[in-house]
């Protein structure tokens, strides 16, 4: 390897560390952002137990559990991708990236069943929520939080979809190569936080009072 | 020799990637916010000299004093010397040819400019009448006016301050010049990296607090509302998580520019460096610990009251310690007291002020008399504009001659100084007065007993307007007038003092390597 | 200028705390100017002042006044929270007066039922607890003469205790931002000697002048059109409604209280007694939030009269 080479292989390593580091104080930027939600969730799941345990029950548990594995099977495929593109195999990487990219729009197909399911089930807070029936006004909290926070994490998933198919125009373009790879891991560090704030959404709204 | 401010045209300005030239455009965005907020403060001076309120109706008195809060706080003090400055001057002090992000940086001024003009929208068409702090139920329901747009803005520009803080952190951690450790790093460098730690971690909570409450505006219902369960006090501990710290975004900084004009100006490295730069990541540490100080009479338990109680207490031992050691610097140094240093040690003399009578918020049953008075704005202006502000103009004519290439007119620049210093006392000092004897904030009309001492603030207030205009007028003078600095017209030391003024787009030719401890004045040289 | 009177059991604690506090400021604050005068003078430069290092170790001096100012607060901290939870322990025997913040006045109902607006009365140096709450945003409650601070919250009941120590007529603040009229949310605590404040009891009148004013509202913004008694349009007639509890169109009972008069009033197509047609105009945007307060008062006191 020649000396200029080997120059510039430090440069883009360092570059590389200084980009991920960059991505890291954003994601630490949305753990605060999320946690303000989670602040309220703990609050008020603290002060009224039952209307949580009775919103869980209100959940396609089943829809929950699939989407679930949806998501961190394709966290697999995203990591797969950030070696393949080092290793300079653009026909896996395009591969992997595209399995995550469809698992997370079926993810939020999921989602969107949900949703229509629960306007249907007139579980959307406001005037007409369960009108009838005497229920629990807490349980509008829950549904509240439920939208909230489901609607902020699939507005996440959104951006990680346009920032996937941007990567895959890249790799596909050759712009993102083995020369300049670190786009891969970088937004595979989003994809993995979007995913992990999903794990932990799962149980609070799914498994709860259950 | 070419320069940043070479290229003058419109278009080079609005797309440059230059950090320094960012800088400025953030100085140019602040002055006007400032200016339109400034105004603001002026009418509500002027409309307090009668007790009856006779000059403008409570409703527009209202949106005036939110107009004031919403566009100093989030648009002038938090981004004054961080994003001015701090741009200007951060890749120079360490070193470096720019910013980590350049495109990320230039990203956060038009997300900046998007922020201001929302809000500035919403106060020509309407106004918003919740003031600064927002609370719910009253700005989720009660209301009228562009609340959610005034929000909005202030969400919008909260990016930008995130996006400052992350490029400030990994310039900071990646790009410092071979032999600049952490212990050599200028004090104004640790100021800016505990800030940016600051806006990285507590803005987000800001954004989802407003989020909540905008949600809850528009849909009529929301986690805040107690109709069905909701608690209008989370929203004030989100937003005082939020804001708080954001207190610590608007001094820390200052505080870094206050030892850099000491040193300089009393040929003295400052007085317990590494004491210095631990008390600021302190003070950044523990002030997210004491939120709940704001909350003194709003029903929260005695328990947690006596814990942000002593949380306070603690919090201001660091800053104590500061203000002692940048007295002792001045000991034994070789002073000369340009306007620089008037600024440095009128923000010294301000903040003791302001800090001690934060004791007395701390302290619980004060508080509970003192709480939502004339004393708690008293307070804050004397850290916020005593102290964040007279820091920002010491910075403004310290590193004027770099940032411009010319000099001030001396004696003038002095003049100014002392009258901001004299007017900003008698403004605010009666202010601790009304406020003990009772007189609540946020009021358009008061009883005839608070008469006097309103009338004397105005007087002071009138004082402190032409104290502004003066050095607004004069240096807009000197960027183009002035006689030329050179270098380093200070003799001061650091890396920004070894290019020349004003400095090549890309700053350094080589990459320096420092080999100096901070501060290597020496008061016995003649410089 | 006034002077503020201590006229409460806490009042004179305050003030010594306070007074405290502003000896060790002063104290601090002459330190500080005074030293940077001083050396501003000894060693401006060129003077012939020695610029020898310090003789002493920097970090002797550093743990010093860390030392030194941690002390100092912690026993501040230790003074303030021993008098803050003395004085904010609201158990024990007490006469309970209950308080209700709305835009824009105070609602107070003494223990027999007597009820005031704006005005607190209180005998003197008996143990007052007050049950407080918000109809509609965050309002707090200041005695500036007292030392005393509470907010009121909706959605949530607050204590406090104080005992009054001086007979007279205190001002009462609002300090916590309610809207339009913020500054105009204000009233008076008056402070009577126990058998004085026993005769006032016992003489409960409504107070006309609110009455009188809601009256007058109740029939300039036409309500008397269709819910007096005589009216022909089929209306419920409000005569002695308040406090009742009424069917619904869906087979819900309500109680009539503020809420849902205002409800009725600001959105009257949420609200459907059973054996009334729709025809409720609804005049959001037309009663502004002060008048509606009184005219919902005198439809509550129009029952409570006598």
């Keep these: ?210 | 020799m070419s320069t940043y401010l070479d290229r003058p045209t419109v278009r080079s300005w609005l797309t440059t990637l230059d950090h320094k030239r960012i800088g400025l455009l953030y100085l140019f965005s602040i002055t006007f916010f400032f200016t339109i907020a400034a105004a603001a403060a002026a009418a509500m001076r002027i409309a307090l000299l009668s007790p009856s309120g006779d000059l403008v109706a409570s409703d527009v008195y209202n949106r005036l004093f939110t107009t004031h809060g919403v566009l100093m706080v989030w648009f002038f003090l938090i981004p004054a010397v961080p994003n001015v400055l701090g741009n200007f001057l951060l890749p120079l002090m360490v070193g470096a040819r720019d910013v980590a992000f350049p495109r990320l940086n230039l990203a956060s001024w038009y997300v900046f400019m998007a922020g201001g003009f929302l809000v500035l929208y919403a106060i020509l068409f309407g106004g918003v009448d919740t003031g600064w702090t927002f609370y719910t139920p009253y700005s989720s329901t009660y209301a009228n006016g562009h609340v959610m747009l005034m929000a909005a803005g202030v969400f919008v520009s909260g990016f930008s301050s995130i996006f400052t803080g992350l490029n400030f952190i990994v310039t900071i951690h990646r790009l410092r010049a071979p032999g600049l450790t952490w212990f050599r790093l200028p004090l104004f460098v640790w100021g800016i990296y505990s800030t940016s730690i600051i806006m990285v971690l507590a803005t987000p909570v800001l954004a989802a607090t407003l989020l909540l409450m905008g949600l809850e505006r528009a849909f009529g219902v929301g986690v805040f509302d107690p109709r069905i369960g909701g608690d209008p006090l989370l929203f004030q501990h989100l937003f005082w998580f939020y804001s708080h710290p954001a207190v610590y975004i608007m001094i820390l900084p200052g505080m870094g520019v206050v030892s850099e004009i000491i040193t300089c100006f009393s040929r003295k490295p400052v007085f317990g460096y590494k004491v210095m730069a631990f008390a600021i990541l302190a003070i950044a540490t523990l002030g997210f610990l004491v939120w709940g100080h704001h909350m003194f009479v709003s029903s929260e338990s005695v328990f947690a009251g006596v814990v942000f109680s002593f949380l306070s207490f603690m919090v201001s031992v660091p800053s104590a310690v500061k203000v002692f050691n940048w007295t002792t610097t001045l000991m034994r140094g070789s002073i000369r007291m340009d306007t620089p240093l008037i600024y440095a040690l009128g923000f010294v003399a301000l903040f003791t002020i302001g800090g001690l009578t934060g004791l007395f918020l701390a302290t619980l049953p004060v508080d509970v008399h003192v709480h939502g008075t004339y004393f708690v704005v008293a307070h804050f202006h004397y850290v916020m504009v005593g102290g964040m502000v007279m820091a920002y103009l010491g910075g403004v004519h310290y590193w004027f001659p770099k940032i411009s290439g010319r000099l001030y007119p001396e004696m003038l620049a002095r003049f100014a100084a002392l009258t901001i210093f004299i007017g900003f006392n008698l403004t605010f000092f009666p202010q601790f007065i009304l406020g003990y004897l009772g007189m609540p904030r946020r009021y358009s009309m008061y009883p005839p007993e608070f008469h006097a001492l309103n009338v004397l603030s105005t007087a002071g207030a009138s004082i402190l307007g032409v104290g502004y205009l003066l050095p607004l007028i004069y240096l807009v003078w000197s960027f183009y007038r002035g006689r030329p600095a050179g270098p380093n017209p200070w003799k001061a030391k650091g890396l920004e003092w070894t290019v020349p003024s004003p400095p090549p787009e890309h700053n350094f030719d080589a990459i320096p390597t420092v080999t100096e401890e901070p501060y290597a004045y020496n008061p016995e040289e003649d410089p | ?306």
């Excluded at chain 1, 926070?149 to 920032?163: K, R």
């Excluded at chain 3, 007490?94 to 007597?114: F, K, L, S, T």
């Excluded at chain 3, 909706?154 to 809207?179: D, H, I, Q, S």
């Excluded at chain 3, 016992?202 to 004013?213: D, R, T």
């Design chain 1, 1 to 210: 390897m020649s000396e200029t080479a080997a120059v510039s292989a430090e440069v883009r390593e360092r570059h590389e560390i200084t980009t991920q580091l960059g991505m890291w104080g954003f994601l630490a930027t949305e753990v605060l952002f999320f946690g303000g939600f989670f602040m309220a969730y703990a609050l008020y799941r603290h002060s009224y137990p039952e209307a949580f345990a009775e919103g869980g029950r209100h959940m396609a548990f089943g829809l929950g559990t699939t989407n679930t594995a949806l998501l961190l099977i394709s966290s697999v495929f995203v990591a797969i991708a950030d070696r393949a593109v080092r290793a300079g195999r653009r026909g896996l990487t395009l591969g992997c990236l595209a399995t995550a990219w469809l698992m997370g729009l079926a993810f939020l197909g999921i989602k969107a069943i949900e949703y229509t399911q629960h306007v249907s089930d007139h579980l959307v807070p406001g005037r007409h929520f369960l009108p009838g029936q005497s229920s629990n006004p807490r349980l509008q909290l829950f549904m509240y939080l439920y939208f909230g926070m489901t609607g902020l994490h699939a507005f996440h998933m959104i951006m990680g979809l346009i920032a996937v198919a941007w990567l895959m125009n890249g790799v596909r373009s050759g712009r993102i190569g083995p020369s300049r790879p670190e786009p891969v891991a970088v937004i595979g560090l989003y994809w993995h936080f979007v995913d992990c704030v999903w794990v932990v959404l799962y149980p609070l709204f799914y498994l709860v009072g259950r």
């Design chain 3, 1 to 306: 200028m006034i002077a503020l009177i201590e006229a409460s059991n806490r009042a004179a604690q305050v003030d010594r705390l306070a007074a405290w506090l502003l000896a060790a400021s002063g104290f601090v604050v002459l330190l500080v100017f005074g030293l940077i005068v001083i050396f501003a003078v000894r060693y401006r430069r060129g003077s012939k002042a020695s610029r020898a290092p310090l003789p002493i170790a920097e970090w002797k001096v550093e743990a010093g006044w860390i030392a030194g100012t941690t002390l100092g607060f912690l026993a501040f901290f230790f003074f303030g929270a021993r008098l803050f939870v003395a004085m904010e322990d609201a158990s024990g025997p007490a006469d309970e007066i209950r308080v209700v913040g709305r835009q824009w006045m105070w609602d107070v109902r003494q223990p027999n039922g007597r009820r005031e607006f704006d005005t607190l009365h209180v005998p003197l140096g008996t143990r007052v607890r007050l049950r407080m709450t918000s109809e509609d945003v965050i309002h707090s409650f200041f005695v500036p003469d007292f030392r005393l601070k509470q907010d009121v919250i909706p959605g949530k009941e607050v204590l406090l205790v104080f005992t009054a120590t001086r007979t007279g007529r205190f001002p009462l603040f609002c300090t916590e931002y309610c809207g339009s009229k913020h500054a105009q949310m204000k009233g008076e605590v008056i402070v009577q000697r126990p058998e004085d404040y026993a005769r006032w009891m016992a003489n409960a009148q409504p107070p006309a002048e609110v009455l009188a004013h809601g009256h007058n509202l109740f029939l300039h913004y036409g309500c008397s059109g269709c819910h007096d008694r005589g009216s022909i349009v089929h209306a419920p007639s409000l005569e002695g409604l308040y406090g009742a509890t009424v069917p619904m169109a869906d087979g819900t009972f309500r109680r009539v209280d503020a809420t849902y008069l205002r409800d009725c009033i600001l959105n009257p197509e949420t609200v459907r007694p059973a054996g009334y047609p729709p025809v409720m105009p609804s005049f959001r945007g037309v009663v502004p939030e002060s008048d509606l307060t009184e005219i919902i008062a005198y439809l509550e006191g129009s029952v409570a009269a006598p």
